[in-house]
């Protein structure tokens, strides 16, 4: 598909659970509707634009009218599909935490309440527009803590200023206010700093290469490892661009991989909270790039924000972003798994409703050349590792550049892919004969998220690191000193005691009885889960285990406002609550 619309059907992925959590826990504590139809419509929407048969034949140009051959009206009318679903689900959003912070106590003129829409702690930046009313310079202060908030203002051509910040411990479904004061923003404890070619904190050492721009050195100063590999075939954070011909009605051949021009690279950003480099250059006259590489003072984690710009092309093409981790399997020779024929390898990939091992959990015969990817994808060893998340691009193709390969197995090529560490994120590419553009031109955002860690991990750690790239903390500025009905500065609404279970569905019940929770067991354990629903002013009056299409099944017991909940590995259970 068109990059910037899968982009934001991907975003819209995460975007519509977030928002349905936080409205429902509108609905059900500060009396705000309970938007059923809405959601079913922003859903259906989705889906519309999901649809694979959804579309014309052999018509990809995008770019010219029906009468001339193209599909320029048609394409009009799928893409409004997902247009629809972003604009459903920002209204709604607004309305229910604007809804919720009325409830919210404030002491302050302005204040700002960070919610979390995931059913776990975290700590992660926030991001938001410099509100209008308030003056520059200006402080912000945990309430809870009484502590001063490092902050700094973002500034790009063409978009408001925003101000970036570390919100820590915002809790489970729940929130945690700052007040906004006059002042200058306090001073980061530690620092980012920026020098000739390179940024280092305490968690990591950066390097450039001068001549194309790719990362060459990224080295984790607690592990003491490299994570680039410098034998790799192409370059770290490199844009690889590829031009085809056909062969036969069905195959491709490569007839060039166009270099990098005009390479140059230059300080970004550098503040209190995150410092960055940023690289840009040109791909002959068919494209030019900018890359930002992000490094934060206090989060170990490292952000990608690749911008592209671009004129059509409408021969066969693919652009692909390359992320060769030097994670090489630490066995000495693949092990075919018995069952299905595959090889087990250091790579796991985040899907709907398990963690994938690539070739030994597929079907054989199934295809190897992409793979759709949730939240991240991981690859490690017992030693160390690295995790990986992409916010726009879902593709990713392992060990290698495969397109048009078809591989039966990944193992099956003459070099072994599977024991390299080497991750491409394809971004473009118009190879299908359906209903995908024949050229894509305008202006493109692709973001990663890179995290590495020694032996002293868990598939919880993974979790957290991609879901909450993806599904970003919400700011609302809150006008005026108010004693609302919560007096406490940082609250939370659910409370989940095991790690490995998370709340992914929270709901209105279809036919309006309660409400619906979806817990899904995420580290592939048998485990039983305490659930504590901490509303205030209500308590379960029943709990009934359901199926999927919410029927009721067994009831559970529950103890004022909460219950427990048996789940089989990688089992996700649907529960009717009913509120009292």
Same mark, same amino acid.
């Given at each position: 598909a068109e990059a910037n619309a899968a982009a934001l059907a991907r975003q819209a992925e995460d975007m519509l659970p977030d928002v349905e959590r936080l409205s429902t826990l509108a609905h059900l504590c500060a009396e705000g509707p309970a938007r059923r139809e809405e959601f079913l419509r922003a859903y259906h929407e989705l889906l519309c634009w999901e649809e694979h048969t959804f579309g014309w034949s052999d018509r990809g140009n995008i770019y010219k009218d029906e009468s001339e051959g193209g599909a320029k009206q048609f394409w009009s009318e799928k893409k409004a599909h997902v247009d !629809?679903? =972003? $604009? /459903? !689900?920002?209204?709604?959003? #607004? #309305? #229910?935490?604007?809804?919720?912070?009325? =409830?919210v106590s404030t002491r302050t003129p302005r204040s700002v309440a960070v919610w979390n829409p995931l059913s776990f702690k975290r /700590?992660?930046?926030v991001r938001m527009p410099v509100p209008g009313s308030v003056s520059q310079p200006f402080r912000l202060v945990d309430v809870e803590t009484g502590r001063e908030i490092p902050s700094q203002i973002e500034s790009r051509k063409d978009t408001p200023d925003r101000v970036a910040f570390l919100a820590v411990d915002v809790p489970a479904l729940g929130y945690r206010t700052y007040a906004i004061e006059p002042g200058n923003p306090a001073k980061a404890a530690t620092t980012t700093s920026v020098g000739d070619g390179g940024l280092e904190n305490q968690f990591y050492k950066l390097a450039f290469e001068p001549k194309y721009g790719a990362v060459s050195s990224l080295f984790d100063k607690e592990v003491k490892h490299e994570y680039v590999d410098s034998k790799a075939a192409h370059g770290f954070n490199s844009v690889v661009y590829r031009l085809y011909k056909w062969r036969t009605d069905r195959e491709v051949q490569l007839l060039a991989e166009l270099p990098l021009d005009g390479v140059q690279i230059s300080h970004g950003a550098s503040g209190p909270v995150y410092s960055s480099i940023r690289v840009s250059g040109n791909i002959e006259n068919i494209a030019w790039f900018e890359h930002e590489v992000i490094l934060y003072s206090d989060l170990r984690r490292i952000d990608f924000h690749n911008r592209v710009k671009r004129s059509p092309m409408y021969a066969k093409e693919s652009m692909l972003y390359s992320f060769p981790f030097a994670v090489p399997d630490s066995r000495q020779r693949q092990i075919e798994m018995p069952l299905t024929g595959g090889h087990d390898n250091t790579y796991r990939l985040d899907v709907p409703g398990a963690i994938l091992r690539p070739d030994v959990d597929q079907i054989p015969g199934s295809g190897r050349d992409n793979y759709a990817v949730r939240h991240f994808v991981s %690859? /490690?060893? *017992?030693?160390?590792?690295? $995790?990986? /998340?992409? !916010?726009? !691009? *879902? $593709? %990713?193709? $392992?060990?290698g550049i495969h397109s048009d390969k078809f591989l039966p197995r990944l193992t099956m090529q003459h070099e072994d892919w599977l024991y390299k560490g080497w991750l491409y994120s394809l971004v473009m590419q118009n190879h299908l004969m359906t209903n995908t553009p024949w050229a894509q031109e305008g202006d493109y955002l692709f973001r990663y998220a890179v995290s590495t860690h020694g032996p002293e991990w868990t598939w919880n750690d993974a979790h957290h690191f991609g879901w909450g790239f993806m599904s970003p903390l919400r700011a609302f500025v809150v006008e005026g000193a108010r004693q609302g009905e919560w007096p406490e500065s940082s609250r939370g609404f659910v409370e989940i005691e095991q790690e490995s279970v998370y709340l992914s569905g929270f709901k209105v019940a279809e036919d309006g009885d309660g409400v619906i929770l979806r817990l899904h067991e995420g580290a592939q354990l048998e485990t039983t889960a305490t659930v504590r629903l901490l509303f205030p002013g209500r308590t379960p009056s029943a709990v009934i285990r359901c199926d999927g299409r919410e029927q009721n099944g067994e009831a559970i017991k529950s103890t004022g406002g909460s219950f427990q909940i048996s789940l089989k590995p990688f089992e996700t259970a649907t529960i009717r609550v009913r509120l009292g």
């Open positions: !629809a679903v =972003h $604009l /459903s !689900a920002g209204k709604i959003e #607004a #309305a #229910a935490l604007e809804t919720l912070c009325r =409830h /700590s992660d930046i %690859v /490690s060893r *017992p030693d160390y590792g690295v $995790l990986w /998340s992409s !916010a726009d !691009a *879902p $593709l %990713v193709q $392992l060990g």
